[in-house]
């Protein structure tokens, strides 16, 4: 063997020795990351980054957990069990005025510009009340008084005219209103999806407003939070999350009979009732103006009591994606 043959041999044999030490993003091991979910149509972009492989072209080993509503998301959130959780935007705003290390990550949902949407004020099919004028002095159901969703019902009665004490507020589960409603214990129930499309398509209820759509078109309802001190540590797996979750929400709007089979696949929904059901608005696209109308909403009812500025609550991440108004 010539020294020529020699030196080729050995450097091939280093070649090849990198490219087996350097393997390709793909074959790297993925960094793991736990994150907070919940079996609602809302969060279908998640399920669908996990079911399509999104999340590992991005670098990540995402595990989900699921939780009954946002706070218990926030919660495990800041006990450190998740990195990433979902949320209506009203919990993680009271948490940081609580002092609470937490911050926007991403937008997901908002609500539609008009009618029908998710959020809707229902009465009796068969009731002599024709609009939120007619509920003075009427008992009307809502989920929780102090959540965004009952303030958006709150401002939808006072611009019909009214002012609180002309009107009582009494809490209970979604599941139990249009029970309620039937029983007359209540003269009217406010619902989110999939209850209002359950509520009317049974015969048993009417919509005489959607609050959320007149309160702030374009509302945001669905959002990710993680603690702060997480996203200034780990700049590089906010942007591969919320990469993933951008790459499914446009193939989720892209197909919208598909969207509507993964809901069902994800939600455990009947897919006939998805088909009535208004399609989630998923966006990941931030308008300011619709933000901060929501938390002066949340501030002119008490529940913000030092609100900011819609931009100081979100993450570099998530600024990048503010669209004009």
Do not use: C
Not at 144 to 172: I, N, P, T, W
Not at 218 to 247: C, H, Q
Request: aromatic fraction near 8%.
């Amino acid at each position: 063997m010539t020294y020529r043959q020699f030196a080729l041999g050995l450097a091939f044999s280093l070649v090849a020795s990198a490219l087996i030490a350097s393997p390709t993003l793909a074959q790297q091991k993925l960094r793991p990351l736990a994150i907070g979910t919940g079996k609602f149509a809302a969060e279908t972009p998640e399920y669908y980054a996990k079911k399509y492989g999104l999340f590992e072209k991005h670098g990540l080993d995402v595990t989900m957990t699921v939780f009954n509503n946002g706070a218990d998301g926030i919660g495990a959130t800041v006990g450190g069990s998740v990195q990433f959780t979902f949320s209506i935007p009203s919990i993680g705003m009271v948490a940081i005025q609580n002092g609470i290390d937490l911050i926007l990550v991403a937008q997901q949902e908002v609500t539609q510009a008009s009618p029908p949407d998710s959020g809707s004020l229902q009465v009796l099919a068969t009731s002599p009340i024709k609009t939120v004028a007619d509920l003075k002095g009427k008992t009307i159901g809502t989920a929780a008084l102090s959540s965004q969703f009952a303030v958006a019902v709150e401002a939808s009665l006072k611009r019909g005219g009214l002012v609180r004490g002309d009107y009582k507020l009494v809490e209970m589960p979604f599941v139990a209103m249009a029970n309620a409603l039937k029983g007359g214990h209540v003269d009217a129930i406010s619902l989110i999806e999939p209850f209002t499309t359950q509520t009317t398509s049974s015969g048993i209820g009417r919509v005489i407003s959607w609050p959320y759509v007149e309160a702030v078109p374009g509302m945001p309802i669905d959002a990710w939070y993680a603690r702060k001190s997480f996203v200034d540590r780990n700049p590089d797996v906010v942007e591969a999350f919320t990469a993933a979750l951008r790459e499914a929400i446009d193939a989720l709007r892209a197909d919208p009979e598909k969207a509507r089979a993964e809901v069902a696949a994800f939600s455990g929904l009947n897919p006939d009732l998805i088909k009535q059901m208004p399609i989630s608005n998923w966006d990941y696209r931030v308008r300011l103006k619709n933000w901060d109308a929501t938390i002066k909403m949340m501030a002119d009812a008490g529940v913000l009591k030092n609100p900011k500025k819609a931009a100081d609550y979100m993450a570099p991440q998530m600024l990048k994606h503010v669209v004009p108004d």
